[in-house]
């Protein structure tokens, strides 16, 4: 005890104060409010101080537990008797009692908490000073190890609040510092107490909580992932609430804080912060719109995550997800045409308008994600791809190297919808008017083949020769592929591109062959593609009329690929009505190995005679000109051994009038004056045959030297 100054307070309150029973504390208490009472209606006002210094000095400040307690309740005392004027000392109150909520005792704390709810209680807004600090000791309190405790921070809580509620002058940005460092605590009752701040503050009419929530977010979904379902049931509804204030003051809310943080939660392990953290993100992409353009990377990154789950306790995060994703694109279809429109506007007056979208990020996203497990998130990074190359191609084409060798090996995906999708992306690839701005291909150089110097087709850019160019060599190298899905790949790519452009490129990738049982094998497929399928009904038309000079040049194309199959070129010969050349081609037969695949084709190509794509080659047998038709039945019909074809085609022909059937009549030209034909070169064609059969002949003679070599060592 202070010497100097001695004690205001009798020897008998001053025993009072310091016993160790409450209701003799209490009485003592009470002599202590009618002294300052008294003494301040008097207007002894140095008195009253004289008792609250005392108060705070001798008796809180003390080491005795006892005395403690004593100068709690006298303190509490004094506020009261000064009523309204209790705010004019709330520090002399105030400072004392929170230190003594700090002390070891879990009697004087609790004693503490008493004491202030009483000051509180007289003083009101004499407390806001404090509020802050009151704040933080309650946080602390509120998991203290003695219940009686608890059950005072509890009681003092709600009276805080409601001094906060009637307070205009009570500071939210402010005390929003002091929760947020709070909200992240891991104590259960502490999670709780921070939980319930957050619903009172949003229940308060006054206050706007929206600036806030880059503060609040994301502790509030770390406490969502609580074990105790109490916890994460008040956590849910907090979230929930300051969701619908999102929707109902968007324009206040600052998105671009709080992405990052929902993002990180998109991607939590339990499953209720997971579903929760996708329904902001999806609320924010509707909401914020082009404000999340800058986040198209990372969002796709959760996105493409949670499309891979295939238990049924995320269906929910993975319909929120398809979701996000959906309206990312339509989206980014929105930003794309109007930075399309500024930019151009811009380049007027030589300036730039930079592009939100993080192109280079997203392509790593997408690379990353193309060849996970999950057949969905496979299907949306393609998608995806397809997409960009349709709103951003110029920007898309600056990484095509790396995006065309990612789209090349999910041709030989497990999934047929997969190698569709991956078709139609390198169709655009080969076909946006961007390929031609952004084409990294040598001006300078000499061509390093004879298909780079051709001439593009119509409305193909630079890409589609390097595509056919690599489509060609992943065949030849994966001859499964090519046996299980290379037809389904010509004829869709004959969908999405030219058929003349496919099939002109392929001609001449094919001529410069050097694996010929490749090149064979190759021309046998497009051939039955060519003959058979409905998508190259006009490209059969073509052929069979010959009326233009392009499909003459066509026709001259392919009859030098289809020269690797001799059957096949007898198909396209009859095909093309240049059944004078057929007759020929068969004649050169004389020098062909007749294997049991050469005879499959013939056999293959009398069923197609019989199809209907022929039925204009069977109806000209009745014309009085068919004698080169006719000799080149005959032909394919001595080719064959006596089989069920042997008898269909001899059927055919016995079914031709006899009177038309002189084969020793003056033969009658096909051609007409007139007739592009005229142009064509068959002799030189005839040649080429001769030429390219001999080549097979001694390429065939070198593979069996080969085994037999093999076989020996």
């Known amino acids: 005890m202070n010497e100097k100054e001695p004690l205001p307070l009798s020897a008998t309150c001053v025993k009072g104060l310091t016993d160790k029973l409450y209701e003799k504390r209490k009485i003592a208490a009470l002599e202590v409010e009618k002294m300052i009472r008294e003494s301040w209606t008097s207007g002894n006002v140095e008195m009253v101080e004289k008792i609250i210094r005392s108060l705070s000095r001798d008796f809180t400040l003390s080491h005795n537990p006892n005395y403690k307690k004593g100068g709690l309740i006298g303190l509490a005392a004094a506020a009261v008797a000064l009523g309204k ?102 104590a259960p009752l502490g999670r709780q107490f921070a939980v319930s701040w957050v619903t009172f503050l949003h229940a308060v009419p006054t206050i706007d909580l929206t600036p806030y929530l880059p503060e609040l977010v994301d502790g509030l979904f770390l406490i969502l992932s609580d074990p105790n379902s109490e916890i994460r049931k008040l956590a849910e509804v907090a979230l929930g609430e300051l969701l619908e204030d999102i929707h109902k003051s968007h324009a206040n809310v600052n998105f671009e804080l709080m992405v990052n943080e929902v993002l990180v939660h998109t991607n939590s392990y339990d499953e209720l912060t997971q579903y929760t953290a996708l329904n902001w993100l999806k609320d924010f992409v509707l909401l914020s719109q082009e404000t999340m353009i800058p986040f198209t990377s990372k969002i796709l990154e959760s996105i493409f995550r949670c499309l891979a789950y295939s238990d049924d306790a995320r269906k929910g995060s993975k319909e929120i997800a398809r979701q996000i994703n959906g309206a990312m694109m339509k989206l980014v279809s929105e930003y794309a045409k109007t930075w399309k429109i500024k930019a151009e506007e811009a380049a007027q007056l030589q300036e730039t308008v930079p592009l939100l979208l993080q192109t280079e990020s997203i392509i790593r996203v997408l690379q990353t994600f193309v060849d996970h497990e999950s057949l969905s998130t496979r299907l949306s990074v393609l998608r995806w791809m397809y997409h960009l190359f349709i709103e951003i191609s110029d920007e898309m084409f600056r990484f095509i190297e790396e995006l065309f060798s990612c789209l090349l090996k999910r041709l030989c995906d497990s999934s047929d919808e997969i190698v569709l999708l991956v078709l139609e992306i390198l169709s655009e690839i080969s076909s946006n008017p961007a390929g031609n701005r952004t084409s990294k291909e040598p001006k300078d150089e000499a061509p390093t083949n004879a298909v780079a110097s051709e001439p593009l087709p119509p409305l193909m850019n630079p890409y589609f020769k390097q595509f056919m160019m690599s489509l060609s060599s992943t065949f030849s190298s994966d001859r499964q592929l090519l046996d299980e899905r290379g037809s389904m790949i010509i004829r869709q790519l004959c969908l999405l591109l030219h058929p003349n452009a496919i099939y002109q490129t392929f001609g001449q990738l094919l001529l410069e062959e050097t694996d010929l049982e490749f090149a064979a094998k190759m021309v046998q497929y497009l051939n039955t593609i060519l003959m058979t399928s409905s998508e190259l009904f006009d490209l059969r038309n073509q052929l069979k009329d010959l009326k233009t000079e392009e499909s003459c040049a066509l026709f001259c194309c392919l009859y030098k690929t289809w020269c690797h199959q001799p059957v096949a070129a007898v198909s396209l010969c009859l095909l093309s009505q240049n059944y004078e050349h057929t007759s020929a081609i068969l004649q050169e037969m004389i020098d062909i190995e007749v294997t049991v695949n050469f005879l499959i084709e013939v056999d293959k190509l009398v069923q197609l005679i019989e199809s209907p794509i022929f039925t204009y080659l069977r109806l000209q047998l009745l014309q009085n000109d068919n004698e080169y038709l006719l000799k080149s039945l005959y032909g394919l019909l001595m080719l064959l051994p006596q089989s069920e074809a042997f008898d269909k085609l001899k059927h055919r022909l016995e079914c031709v009038p006899t009177y038309m059937n002189q084969m020793g009549s003056r033969m009658k030209k096909q051609v007409e004056t007139g007739d592009l034909r005229e142009k064509i070169d068959f002799n030189l064609l005839l040649e080429h045959f001769r030429n390219l059969q001999a080549t097979h002949r001694i390429y065939k003679k070198k593979q069996r030297l080969t085994e037999t070599t093999v076989s020996w060592k």
């Not at 009681?155 to 009570?170: C, G, H, M, N």
């Open 85 to 186: 004027d209790s705010g004019s000392y709330a520090t002399d109150f105030i400072r004392p009692v929170m230190t003594c909520m700090k002390d070891s005792d879990s009697r004087v704390r609790y004693y503490a908490c008493e004491s202030l709810y009483n000051i509180a209680k007289v003083t009101r807004t004499g407390i806001l000073p404090f509020f802050n600090e009151m704040f933080d000791l309650l946080a602390n309190l509120c998991t203290d190890t003695d219940q009686n405790v608890r059950i005072g921070v509890e009681l003092l809580d709600r009276l805080i609040k409601d001094v906060a509620t009637e307070t205009p002058s009570f500071s939210t940005a402010a005390f929003v510092t002091h929760l947020r460092d709070k909200i992240f605590t891991k």
